[in-house]
């Protein structure tokens, strides 16, 4: 089993910066990506961007390229979804996401996930 948790949510200003972990955990060896995804107005899950664990290569959703960053810590265990200048339109519940096999932008495609965490931009 795998156990993904996010922290580092809050309330912001707009033009501030976040700072977002995923912590996993368990039976991880296997897993090939970890990805950010956040709630949107429709409630559907939007991607914002994936980490291979193996080698740190990323990628983002197009329209998200260069907005935020996804890093891992040294001991592959934590990813980290950055973004130094917030608006008003971030602010959702953000989720980690999970997958040993397939690494997409598709929601569907991620078994494990965590709880989600909150991030509020005030204009």
């Known amino acids: 089993q795998v156990q993904l948790q996010e922290s580092g949510g809050g309330s912001v200003q707009a033009g501030g910066s976040l700072r977002l972990s995923c912590a996993h955990s368990?039976?991880?060896?296997?897993?090939?990506?970890v990805a950010w995804f956040r709630q949107t107005s429709a409630n559907e899950r939007e991607g914002i961007g994936l980490?291979?664990?193996?080698?740190?290569?990323?990628m983002y959703l197009n329209r998200k390229k260069g907005r935020f960053t996804i890093s891992q810590d040294e001991t592959k265990t934590t990813v980290f979804l950055e973004n130094d200048s917030l608006n008003p339109e971030d602010t959702s519940m953000y989720y980690c996401?999970?997958?040993?096999?397939?690494?997409?932008?598709?929601?569907?495609?991620?078994?494990?996930w965590g709880h989600g965490t909150q991030v509020t931009v005030d204009a």
């Open positions: 996401a999970a997958s040993a096999a397939l690494c997409t932008m598709n929601p569907t495609t991620y078994d494990y």
């Open positions: 368990g039976t991880t060896q296997s897993l090939r990506c």
């Open positions: 980490i291979y664990i193996r080698d740190g290569s990323t």
